[in-house]
């Protein structure tokens, strides 16, 4: 079993719509979720960041995670044209004391497409 | 600031040739990322550096090598190019022990090797 496992898509919506991007993973010790975005021919930037489980809002954009259930989630609410990118998620257990054992976990990507 | 700058943006190299790309920050972080984007793979981790005179080999570090001579710079090396590291290179940095920041990644470098 991968450790992260993201649906690649791609997943076409009108503009307007809400999107459901969402990831599983199978390692209970990850304790730190982030969404990065990609826009196409760029590097990844963060996005939105969520610490164990709860739900977390930023604008348009919420971050679940159940840890529960090893589910992260990414919404987007009135989904614009510029949010057309690849959707990345994001997972590690932190860093040990001395700083050395960072490890960050990325799923495969989703790809967004939203159509005016 | 410029941030992570990549170059080359593009390459292509014939099998068993070498190269260096090339990584720089401004923003004198001491967490230093290679990574590589196949399609449809996600990013893997090749080489990091925790700061100057430090490296660390990632997740998939086979036929590359790495130096950190100075806060600034991150260069990668690739010795006797396969068709197997086609790929997008992505440098990252990070400028913090806080497990909440981000990286902060270049625009890429897209290297074929044929």
């Known amino acids: 079993q991968k450790e992260v496992e993201q649906d690649p898509g791609p997943l076409s919506v009108p503009e307007g719509a809400i999107v459901s991007l969402n990831c599983t993973y199978s390692?209970?010790?990850?304790?730190?979720f982030m969404w990065y975005r990609q826009y196409s021919r760029k590097g990844p930037e963060l996005l939105m960041y969520?610490?164990?489980?709860g739900n977390k809002e930023d604008g348009r954009f919420t971050a679940q995670v159940d840890k529960s259930s090893k589910y992260i989630s990414l919404f987007i609410r009135d989904s614009q044209p510029s949010d057309s990118a690849t959707y990345l998620c994001?997972?590690?257990?932190?860093?040990?004391?001395?700083?050395?054992?960072?490890?960050?976990?990325f799923g495969k990507g989703t790809l967004l497409t939203v159509n005016p | 600031n410029a941030g992570v700058t990549q170059t080359p943006k593009f390459r292509i190299l014939k099998i068993g040739q070498s190269m260096t790309l090339q990584c720089a920050q401004d923003m004198n972080h001491n967490y230093m990322y290679w990574y590589r984007q196949d399609p449809g793979m996600g990013l893997k981790l090749i080489y990091y550096?925790?700061?100057?005179?430090?490296?660390d080999k990632g997740e998939v570090p086979n036929g590359y090598n790495v130096s950190r001579s100075t806060t600034e710079d991150f260069p990668l090396r690739l010795e006797l190019a396969a068709p197997s590291q086609t790929s997008v290179y992505f440098c990252?940095?990070?400028?913090?022990?806080?497990?909440?920041?981000?990286?902060?990644f270049g625009n890429g470098t897209r290297l074929t090797v044929t």
């Open positions: 390692n209970s010790a990850f304790q730190y």
């Open positions: 969520t610490y164990s489980s």
């Open positions: 550096s925790v700061g100057a005179g430090i490296t």
């Open positions: 990252a940095s990070e400028g913090s022990r806080h497990y909440n920041s981000p990286l902060h």
């Open positions: 994001a997972m590690n257990r932190g860093r040990s004391s001395g700083g050395s054992n960072y490890k960050l976990t």
